[in-house]
């Protein structure tokens, strides 16, 4: 593919811009023919492999990685009410084995916790065993009956990373959920993605849980997406699959559980907060190529300059860095919109003067150009990698604030959520939820802590003037 496939839509039309980077920038083929599933390119698979890289990084701190069966016998799988009661509508079933009927229906994992508790039954003895901390990266599988889309709602999510805790007590349980919210604005802090956290209400909870808490952020369009779940599962799932260990006394006790997921829609999140009219822009520790070095050849000095350039890339690569010269004999503009429309966070260019100078003109993704003494490019290089980062995250913060407006009357949210979302004061009650729905035509999406002071706080509600809290309203992908 190359400079063919034509310019895109502006970003403002952010989903025919959406559905267009995908392609143009390699990252999903949609073509698959199954509603719902879809393919990776391989650099979309290279971004995922980087993002996923970093997520098994922060867990591989207190966590371990290991891989349960896709498969789930209808037995396990119907045991907890809340948890069949939320699924069920959702569930693919493998009934034949061949062409002979199987004797136990089998469910294709829509989440893991009917595949993974039924083992820690058997592993969980003492509370010596405890806590479990174990995760695992598969795909899973939700006959999603809202619209689907690519990224960010799938019938085969490929990349669901899900965790599964076991303590000892419903305190220590709370401790993990702590970790993990911590945990995940770390990772998305990585990826340089500003977040809003909220408690979901309890109609919006993962079926099973005491409580969720959800990751948001806000899209350019404005609607909200939810890019990560942590879930309180106190003893609901420790009671039906008996997952129980004896305590200090010598008394059985149930365990206290949590569990915690991040989809692909960390990539739909990545791709769509940081491009821009002309492609992608992704931070360097996610980027497939960090830097691409474009010799700008011409006449007589050809092979020099080409050879110098293979030279540089050898150099940075050996320091480390995801580098490619594009030596293709194709116009230097041509090569510069390849490479931004994937996304690349650097561009070197050497032509003739630039060798004389001993220099090298770089030219960040975001449109800043320097001149670099080739003597310490490596160092400068690194700096550059370091500020861009921070540009990324400063513009995408300035974003989400733009898109959030605070609200103290209830007539104020619709024209808030025209915009993004709202944040205004609810007290927790389903009347007053379905009142704010109902006037806004926005979502009551959750309350975010005290702890949170740039957008929490107490406050009295919209609606009916009791004591509230500040709750984000938004319309959600
Ligand atoms: N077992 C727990 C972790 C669980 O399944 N939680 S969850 O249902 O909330 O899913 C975790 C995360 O996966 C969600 O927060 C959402 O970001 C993502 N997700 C859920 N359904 C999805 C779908 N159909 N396509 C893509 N991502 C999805
Ligand atoms: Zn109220």
Redesign the pocket.
Known sequence: MDEESGALPPKEKFSEWYNDILWKAEIIDVRYPVKGLYVWYPHGFAIRKNAYGVLRELLDRDHQEALFPLLIPATEFMKEAEHIKGFEEEVYWVTKGGTGELDIPLALRP?S?TAIYPMYALWVRSHADLPIRLYQVVNTF?Y?TKHTRPL???RE?TS?K?AHTVHTTWEKAEEQVESAVTLYKEFYERLCIPLIISRRPAWDK?PGADYTI?VDTIMPDGKTL????V?HLGDHFSRTFNITYEDEKGEQKFAQQT???????CIAALLSIHGDDHGLILPPEIAPVQVVIVPIVMGKRRDEILSYAIALETTLKEKGLRVKVDGRDIRPGAKYYYWEMRGVPLRLEIGPRDIDARVVTAVSRDGIKRTLPRDRLIEDVRLLFTAFEERLRTRAQASLDQHITRVTLIDQIQDAIEKGVAIGQWCGGLECAQQIEQQSGGSVLGTISGADETLGGKGTCVVCGSSATATLIGRAY
């Open positions: 989440t916790e939700r999603e960010i709602r799938l999510i669901f899900e993962f959800a939810q890019i990560g779940t879930h569990c915690y997921g991040i989809s692909e829609r």
